[in-house]
């Protein structure tokens, strides 16, 4: 199984697809998945290439989740070999998108034809959700799959995301749910005036600096079993005219919350704006939620999963919740049960990236037994 899998995941990354564009990779997938006798759907959206693909039309459903997109590759003289030519040295794939996640797609895909041919009459039924949009906006992937599947009634019952959530080896991290993410952006409007003359100006930063010392001392929660506590971070603080003796009119600040299931949007919205009303200026905030916390707690897909990863690697993971968002935000919603999981994190979004051959093989071998637990 090892070289077919390589041999996809080596397909994949040589068409170039920096977000949202998906290079060709879906066809790809498509001309395997046909042959397996899935019915196809291309749900174009914008820009964004999507794909459903299903076999059966009984329940349960089981949803494999990806995405074809990766993120652009950082300065080309910096890579040892070009990254959209895969390339295998000491026993590693290096490639954009080796490990997020190009490399699950081909090992969902290699598991898939393995267990179709293990177990022609499974009960349920199998789906690949597919986007070019998860390392972009994500405003026309899954999102918008899942309203189509939604408004005609069809229900995911289990969904797996291949991302990659192994931290130091394959299957050492479960991850059974996100925090949820909320992006602000705050204008504090001071008045633009002469350094010299500071009493007729008014510095946005030195009205602002004592709310934002608040804002980064607040303890929003303290977490809970399943979540850490939730976190406020700057992404982004600028003022200036370029000059040195110019007081400047406005501060502008960008800033993110990674939230856990102690809070939610509105309640952090209004925590915060209780805070900016302490201060003295006047302000315009905008906000965009990501995405909400979802968990899937301990059930079919968790334990499922945790012992087709101990089958293959005789090691059990631990669920975690850690970590950015995944488009398993899209999918938790509808009620499915949805778990991550996938090669090493180490090297993704970064230069050189590259994973293990022997963990992609295994990897198909994991998918194939979770499908065999849940399906037959």
């Not at 964004?48 to 997109?69: E, I, K, M, Q, Y």
């Not at 040295?89 to 969902?108: N, P, V, W």
């Not at 804002?215 to 700057?234: H, K, M, V, Y």
Request: hydrophobic share 40%; charged share 20%; aromatic share 8%.
């Amino acid at each position: 199984m090892a070289s077919s899998v390589l041999d996809l995941a080596a397909e994949l990354i040589r068409r170039p697809s920096v977000t949202p564009e998906d290079g060709g990779c879906q066809e790809i997938l498509i001309a395997r998945l046909e042959r397996l006798g899935f019915t196809i759907e291309r749900l174009p959206f914008g820009e964004v290439t999507n794909l459903w693909a299903r076999r059966g039309s009984a329940t349960p459903l089981f949803c494999f989740a990806g995405h074809t997109d990766v993120v652009p590759t950082g300065p080309l003289e910096h890579w040892d070999s070009p990254p959209f030519e895969p390339s295998v040295r000491a026993g590693r794939l290096y490639g954009r998108g080796t490990a997020d996640m190009k490399g699950s797609l081909a090992a969902m895909i290699l598991a898939t034809e393995a267990f179709l041919a293990a177990h022609p009459s499974y009960r349920g039924s199998i789906a690949f959700l597919i986007t070019s949009d998860e390392e972009g906006p994500a405003t026309d992937g899954t999102v918008r799959v899942i309203e189509r599947l939604q408004a005609r009634g069809e229900g995911i019952d289990y969904c797996l995301v291949g991302e990659p959530t192994s931290a130091e080896y394959l299957g050492d991290t479960l991850k059974n749910g996100r925090r949820g993410s909320l992006s602000g952006w705050l204008t504090v409007h001071g008045k633009q005036g002469h350094v010299a003359y500071p009493h007729l100006a008014k510095n946005p930063l030195h009205v602002f600096a004592p709310v934002l010392a608040r804002l980064c001392a607040e303890q929003w929660d303290r977490g809970n079993a399943s979540f850490p506590p939730t976190t406020f971070q700057i992404a982004n603080l600028h003022m200036g005219t370029g000059a040195d003796n110019v007081i400047p009119g406005e501060l502008e600040l960008q800033f993110n919350f990674r939230f856990s299931t102690e809070l939610d949007a509105d309640r952090i919205a209004q925590r915060v704006e209780t805070i900016l009303a302490e201060g003295d200026f006047a302000y315009d905030l905008r906000w965009r939620l990501s995405g909400n916390p979802f968990l899937t707690p301990a059930g079919a897909l968790v334990s499922a999963t945790r012992e087709a990863v101990a089958a293959v690697t005789g090691r059990i993971p631990e669920l975690s919740t850690s970590g950015g968002t995944s488009d398993g935000r899209f999918v938790a919603p509808t009620g499915a049960q949805v778990v991550e999981l996938g090669p090493l994190n180490a090297t993704i979004h970064q230069v050189n990236e590259h994973v293990e051959i022997a963990d992609l093989e295994q990897l198909a071998r994991i998918y194939q037994d979770l499908l065999a637990r849940l399906l037959t």
